[in-house]
């Protein structure tokens, strides 16, 4: 600007944040507690403020004020006045610049120093003393943006949430080894979008990508001291401004054109959100935005010493979405990505503490209803990790119809049953048909349960099946982090090995585990790099490796034995989209009959017959097939035979009754063979050890 005045007109307390109108920039900020806010405008660089302008009204506990002749462009800070009453929960210290907490952009970055501190650290009083030093130079500032983009003809693929297979991915991730895109744009949005990403994706046959966090994050100050960088991203800094390093142009549209890119290929975008905690901390940590614009209303702080934070998160605080204002500006925040950069869903980390009120977890939390009211976001795609370490935290299949939840019961008992641990066809059989058990209520269905067998949390596919023990020295936490019980085994050999017997075991079981993801009742989820042998060298919280460890790694996806696997991933898709019974919109219970004689549902031993009580709990036995026929939707019906055998030897299966035109569709033992139907006198299948067979038939009705 060429001309700033000495004050601000009143302007508007809605919308909050910072928003041109054209003529000049409204600014709103909600602060229940503070005495006075000013806005603090910066140079182009933020490096230097040039104007301190308080904001000069205050309506319903929302600050606000007019800029005129400000625009696009703009950058800005906040300073709030108010008590220092730690002990109360009140934490205003005006000598700390802070963010808009609706910042839709940002400039610069954290530079770590004690100055972000309202308190003094290391002082007598530690967090119950006051800091006079000013952090300006030491913050990232907002940028006040416009939104408009040119969307064309873009549309949400809106894929049926039967039709649906997620791949889990972090965007820097996924192409900072992509040794054909420019330097420039691998690990940000622009490597997402090229057209060679989008073009394996596709080629996959999956239909959504479910990133990692991309809202704007901190880099915390303890890793950065070990030299060790946040790579997963869970530690939010703003939640309406994307993570500017993902940025390659400084563009919000490089974003927003990547997503239409990955539309117009049939692909939706999920996105993993944290809105159960922030990034300062617990009362010792820095203040940078909502700490310091009113801590007792955004956080929940320990009744009758609200010096505290409650710690539900396992992160130092956690948001209090009781609060109206709180809630508003989640609800705000998912809106706006939804309306502004075209996303087609949210998985929401932790998401028990988000329903959690003042009774504990309840699935009609003001959060959830909420979201289910609202006509933007109740038509998205919503899907909850269903646990926190708070009180009752484990809530797998308690949450509001409308969402689907990461289904850590699906990923234990396959990986159970693959190991060879004795007595899992129980187990098995649940997930395979949908958890049932778990989700069957309030008229839920099949895709509620999230099925995989890797995510971001824990060991690749090629690590599960290659270190029975965790690895993670490199994180600097004397290998004390990450889960202890993966359910993995090594098969002979702790890691790498060029033995050819235990290299064609691990073969055969990720091609086995693939094979029990893709043809189960749910939503398949796929962790990116599995289908190409990715491996963490048996790190199995690789939060802080943001480097080869954690990247995909595209050369090593070459081999052909990558290749292979890749491949027979596309296949498994390929399978799932064309079959039906793979896809059961309702639960499968043995209880209907698409065609007389014929069960939606039926379990046999591998001799052919019935599978009668007393035989599902032989620790001996690792055999287990499963009919599925589901209508087709053309007057006949469609039917699958699963047969599964996680023995160490070859197992024969007699075919059950009726006898049915059968085509063998996939040998995970051989994953190149072709189809080819079974010969009429064929009514016995070897299966090899450790291999699944799909077979498949259509029923004139």
């Known amino acids: 600007m060429a001309f700033l005045p000495d004050r601000l007109d009143p302007g508007r307390p809605y919308p909050l944040g910072a928003h041109w109108d054209g003529l000049g920039v409204n600014f709103a900020v909600f602060s229940a507690h503070a005495e006075r806010i000013d806005l603090c405008v910066f140079n182009a660089s933020g490096r230097k403020e040039i104007a301190r302008l308080p904001l000069p009204e205050c309506t319903d506990e929302v600050w606000h004020g007019f800029l005129p002749e400000a625009g696009p462009g703009l950058v800005y800070g906040l300073r709030a006045h108010g008590p220092y009453e730690p002990r109360r929960g009140h934490r205003f210290n005006p000598n700390k610049l802070l963010l808009d907490p609706y910042a839709r952009q940002l400039v610069g970055q954290v530079a770590w120093s004690d100055a972000l501190y309202g308190h003094r650290p290391g002082a007598g009083r530690g967090d119950l003393s006051f800091d006079r030093r000013d952090s300006a130079a030491a913050m990232p500032k907002a940028v006040v943006v416009h939104d408009a983009f040119e969307w064309g003809d873009d549309r949400p693929p809106a894929v049926p949430w039967t039709d649906t297979v997620i791949y889990e991915a972090h965007l820097r991730g996924l192409t900072m080894l992509r040794g054909d895109l420019p330097d420039a744009a691998r690990g940000t949005f622009a490597g997402l979008g090229d057209p060679r990403v989008i073009d394996h994706i596709r080629r996959l046959g999956v239909t959504a990508v479910e990133l990692l966090p991309v809202h704007a994050f901190l880099q915390d100050r303890f890793l950065l001291e070990k030299d060790l960088r946040n790579y997963w991203g869970y530690s939010t800094l703003g939640f ?9 142009t400084g563009t919000l549209a490089e974003a927003k054109g990547t997503i239409r890119r990955l539309h117009a290929a049939g692909i939706e975008v999920i996105l993993d959100v944290v809105y159960n905690h922030t990034c300062e901390g617990d009362e010792t940590g820095p203040t940078l935005s909502w700490r310091g614009l009113d801590n007792a209303s955004y956080y929940k702080l320990l009744p009758g010493e609200e010096r505290f934070h409650i710690n539900d998160t396992g992160c130092g605080n956690t948001v209090d979405l009781a609060h109206p204002r709180v809630l508003q500006m989640v609800t705000d925040s998912l809106r706006y990505w939804v309306e502004h950069f075209h996303v087609d869903g949210f998985r929401f980390d932790l998401c028990p503490i988000l329903g959690r009120e003042a009774q504990g977890f309840d699935p009609g939390a003001g959060f959830f209803d909420a979201l289910r009211q609202d006509p933007v976001l109740s038509r998205v795609k919503m899907i909850a990790e269903p646990w926190d370490i708070g009180p009752g935290g484990y809530q797998l299949g308690n949450h509001p119809p409308g969402f689907a939840e990461w289904n850590d019961r699906f990923r234990d008992g ?76 090594n098969w002979g050999v702790e890691g790498e090995t060029d033995d050819p017997v235990i290299n064609e075991t691990r073969g055969r079981l990720k091609r086995a585990m693939l094979a029990t993801v893709f043809v189960s009742a749910g939503t398949p989820m796929l962790l990116a790099g599995d289908e190409m042998d990715r491996t963490q060298g048996g790190n199995n919280n690789a939060y802080c490796q943001d480097n080869a460890l954690s990247w995909v790694d595209w050369e090593r996806g070459s081999t052909p034995e990558a290749r292979e696997l890749t491949g027979f991933v596309a296949r498994l898709i390929a399978l799932r989209h064309r079959l039906a019974p793979l896809r059961r919109k309702h639960f499968p219970h043995g209880r209907t009959e698409p065609m007389p004689g014929l069960p939606d549902t039926a379990w046999f031993d591998r001799h052919g017959a019935p599978m009668q009580p007393e035989h599902w709990n032989d620790p001996g036995d690792y055999t287990l097939a499963m009919l599925r026929a589901d209508p087709d939707g053309r007057g006949g019906v469609d039917a699958v035979l699963l047969l599964l055998n996680a023995d160490s030897e070859p197992r024969d299966f007699s075919l059950p009754k009726p006898r049915l035109g059968w085509s063998l569709l996939l040998d995970t033992i051989h994953p190149s063979a072709p189809e080819r139907p079974l010969r009429n006198n064929e009514t016995l299948l070897r299966v090899g050890a450790h291999g699944a067979v799909l077979l498949g038939t259509r029923v004139e009705n």
């Open 240 to 248: 309406f401004a994307p993570e500017p390093a993902y940025l390659s």
């Open 414 to 489: 396959v990986r159970s049953y693959w190991r060879g641990d004795a007595g899992g066809r129980p187990d098995l059989a649940a997930r395979l048909t949908g958890s049932s058990e778990i989700f069957d209520h309030h008229r839920r269905q099949p895709w509620a349960s999230v099925n995989y067998v890797a995510s971001h949390d824990g060991f690749t596919l090629h690590d599960l099946v290659s270190f029975e023990n965790k690895h993670n020295e490199e994180n600097g936490e004397g290998n004390r982090d990450g889960h202890g019980d993966n359910h993995s085994r």
